[in-house]
């Protein structure tokens, strides 16, 4: 039989099996941000590469996560799913320290850890930069190890446990600088935790001592980071602050606050304040309780306030304190009294919580344009012949060559071009821009679509994106067959046959009104030429509006989509599709040149 400590070593197992699953069938609602395409960029090279990128002001980063993306890269790849997976792998060994936190601050009976796990499943700020392409899975790594060995050396101090402490001082500066903030929470701890001595004191200063030595190395290039970056946001006049990122960051204000708080609680903020309010009543006695509180809301909070003199906050600096968001949940929820039916009343608070994350869950996810989507879905309806017109779409972008590299068909990376007169050429244009409701945008795509009328439509235009790719197709005949001379017919396409129907669309396009309303007909005729099945009536454009042949505008080119209805258990065999256009009063059909009343326009066969 399994003691108490066994089953709770089991049940941080089967967390992080549940965890690893959701992530890893979740990483399709995620689309890249265009800061993770620089993380391909700054990697392309060996490791010497990599440093020297850094190393020469070409980025602003620590070297420790792109050393670790690089050895990534060449071992499985560099492709989206794979470098998701990578932030797979780093937090879960992150997820499990927090159980060992949970477990030595609140008992080894205590499911505080278990929980930790299991209530981070279905938020979206974890999932984002759980993630992430960029440095921040490892962020959650370091900051995990390091509280770890924080909690380990104060537990009982002696200076071997301070060096090992020491030592996760100098890994979470050299994975992102901004930890040196995190420190300055766990100093916070340290002071207020009642475990302040001369001891500790003395064993802190070699901690930090050895994490300082161990990042001399590498000050010299932070140095000359920082002193570029001011230079040049003085240059563009985007910097805010005495240093920091002015570009990509966020004032602390009133608004800022509350997005962040809308994200740690998938927009929630008064339900999680209510168990967080209940937590502090039940475990204001644990120190555990305020290690957890320190990383999930006292680090966040000293983000906020150096960001008043620094530039130095945005969500993704602080995502690592998700963890110990996760750890303060799971301590309340473990330490909640109370029973129903043999269930603790703790236990049906987490399931609960989980419940709502995941009704929530993708609402909270980042609205980004899904490039990848996008690409893939051309490539599957692409043809050969294909051209890719791309209006500002991105053209000049390294973050869009990325996604058409990887999920546009080899077969149309050739054909990509932003010249519209060379595009019209085709018969088939995908037309993607970015700017289709502007006053540019919608002349474009008015000239194209006077010859090549809209098929289909990928993409969107919203309040968060407007990126739309459009397949625009010209008929297939450029010389008509003219039906009584006054009904001119440029081809038809068979989309697709099955044993139900045959899918085709008839292209009509007049140069004068016509003067009656004629029926059109499609016949499926035998070898023989007997009749097998048929359809008739006015053009049905694009298969949904009914437009009788007198009301066709001169010049507009008409899409008349139809479905052929084929009989039960037609036999084998090669049959004919034969278009014709007749007087529905009287049934007399209109001619062709040379007299015939009846064009052929495909040939299906039947196995």
Known sequence: MKTGIERGWAYAAIALWLMTAFLIINIPQLHMHPDEELSYRSTEGDFAFVIHYQQSYQDNQAPGWFLTFSAWRWLVGDSEFTSRVLGILLVMPALALTYVVGRRGFGKKSYAGVFAILLLIGNGFFFQYALDIRPYPMVMLVTAISIWALQNWLLKPTPQKAAWYGLSIAAMLYVHYLLALFLLAQA??????????RKVVGQGLLAVGIGIILFLPWFPTFYQQVMGLREIEGQSGTGRGIAGIGVSTFATDVRSIGALIDLATNGLPLLYGAIIAAGTV???????????????????????LANLVFAVYAPRFVSHAMLGFGLVLGAVCAALPGQWKFIRAGFLLMIGIIAVQLFTFKSQLPDRIPYRDIFRGISAEAQPGDVVLLREAGETDGFVAWQIRHYLSPLLQPEVTTDADAAAEHRRIWFISGDLLTDDGQALFQALEATHPVQQ?????????????????APP?????????????????VDSVTSDAIHLRLWWQTDQPVPADYSIGIHLLNQDGQLITQTDGPILQYGVESIQTSALEPGKIYMDVRSLTLPENILPGTYLLKLIVYQPWDGIRLTLEGGSDMLQIGRVTFP
């Open 188 to 197: 916070f701890y340290i002071l207020f935790s009642g475990r302040l001595s």
């Open 282 to 304: 039940l475990l204001w006695r644990r120190s555990a309780y305020w290690l957890a509180f320190t990383w999930a809301f006292i680090t966040p909070v000293l983000y906020l």
């Open 457 to 473: 439509v990928l993409g969107d235009c919203n309040r968060y994106w407007c990126y739309v790719a459009q397949l625009m197709e």
């Open 477 to 493: 005949s450029d010389t008509p067959a003219s039906f009584g001379e006054i009904l001119p017919f440029y081809g038809a396409d």
